[in-house]
């Protein structure tokens, strides 16, 4: 079955370090990918989406990610975060197969001081 | 621009009362739109979602409806709310063009019942 899986559940980094939170689609035919930031409280917003091409994608606030299809892997990273980047991320992708965007249960990163 | 509006932001109700939460999408025309409920601590559970108006489709079976009266406006309901509908509602829209069109999000409602 087609899935997006996002491995850790909850992922604590000190302020200014980098970050790295890690996602895996279903091995076979490659989704549309993408990255949402959820603020306590506030709905979905969109940090970057992957369709093909360049496999390092840029997107808001700094993050950018990083598509491997060896490893059916599309992770999220920022070179140093901010106490401002405190907040749930859900990876999610579209499968042409299917129409639906499915999602990942989502990381929730906390910032150390 | 395109902007989603969802209202209210809150709301209290006790169990066995009715709900209308409402959703609109300005500045696109044919929206696919989309309702999500995320409870405490978990992931997003698609309920409805829309490709036209009058056009409704449900993904889990509940208590719960749905209706797009307008090209433009997605509205859930529920006749008797039950305390297992609490949670944080979410109205999505997207581009009908293509396939890969990603979702954008409303600022969502929490509703609490009692």
């Known amino acids: 079955a087609q899935s997006v899986t996002q491995p850790d559940i909850h992922i604590t980094v000190s302020e200014g370090a980098s970050l790295e939170l890690r996602c895996n689609y279903s091995?076979?035919?490659?989704?549309?990918l993408f990255w949402y930031v959820q603020s306590p409280g506030q709905g979905l917003q969109l940090l970057l989406k992957?369709?093909?091409?360049?496999?390092l994608v840029q997107g808001i606030k700094g993050f950018e990610a990083e598509f491997k299809r060896s490893q059916s892997s599309f992770n999220l990273r920022k070179p140093s975060v901010h106490w401002s980047d405190a907040a749930e991320y859900f990876c999610?992708?579209?499968?042409?197969?299917?129409?639906?965007?499915?999602f990942g249960s989502g990381t929730r990163l906390s910032i150390r001081p | 621009s395109q902007t989603i509006h969802q209202w209210p932001a809150t709301l209290v109700q006790p169990v066995g009362s009715p709900l209308s939460l409402e959703c609109t999408v300005e500045?696109?025309?044919?929206?696919?739109l989309y309702w999500y409920r995320q409870a405490a601590g978990r992931g997003l559970q698609l309920l409805f979602y829309?490709?036209?108006?009058?056009?409704i489709s449900s993904e889990v079976p509940q208590n719960l409806s749905a209706s797009r009266p307008q090209d433009r406006q997605f509205i859930l309901s529920s006749k008797k709310l039950l305390l297992s509908d609490s949670g944080f509602y979410l109205c999505?829209?997207?581009?009908?063009?293509?396939?890969?069109?990603?979702?954008?999000f409303g600022d969502g409602t929490r509703l609490s019942i009692l």
């Open positions: 999505a829209w997207s581009r009908r063009v293509g396939s890969n069109q990603p979702q954008h």
């Open positions: 091995y076979g035919a490659t989704p549309y």
């Open positions: 992957y369709f093909s091409g360049d496999t």
């Open positions: 999610a992708g579209i499968y042409s197969s299917a129409s639906k965007i499915i």
């Open positions: 500045g696109t025309s044919n929206p696919n």
């Open positions: 829309s490709v036209g108006i009058g056009q």
